[in-house]
Nanobody
Framework: VQLQASGGGLVQAGGSLRLSCAAS????????MGWFRQAPGKEREFVAG????????AYADAVKGRFTISRDNVKNMVYLQMNNLKPEDPAIYYC??????????????WGQGTQVTVSS
């Protein structure tokens, strides 16, 4: 699965942004997907994951209740709706494919990142 993320940008604190990830490959509809982020000087961290059917999701504690992951298996797309963005959310956000197990996605394929910046 090849992945292309988009939708990043600059938003005020408290605002919203929706990230999109376009996937290519016939395996998409049977592949678990997710989002990770990496802030400067920090390790890449799991943000949200969704199983192949969309029936199961997982979120990092830091984004629960604010971010929503979804997918469209007809359009081969994964989305991350980010609401109530906070000063700690800025990072490069990466789309990933892998295995959703427990409370996180174990990624084995990455797309390029998209930058999210939050102004206070």
């Amino acid at each position: 699965v090849q992945l292309q993320a988009s939708g990043g940008g600059l938003v005020q604190a408290g605002g919203s942004l929706r990230l999109s990830c376009a996937a290519s490959g016939r395996a998409f509809s049977s592949t678990d997907m997710g989002w990770f982020r990496q802030a400067p000087g920090k390790e890449r961290e799991f943000v949200a994951g969704i199983n192949w059917s969309g029936g199961s999701t997982a979120y990092a504690d830091a984004v629960k209740g604010r971010f929503t992951i979804s997918r469209d298996n007809v359009k081969n797309m994964v989305y991350l709706q980010m609401n109530n963005l906070k000063p700690e959310d800025p990072a490069i956000y990466y789309c990933a494919a892998g295995v959703l197990y427990g409370s996180k996605l174990y990624a084995n394929s990455w797309g390029q990142g998209t930058q999210v910046t939050v102004s206070s």
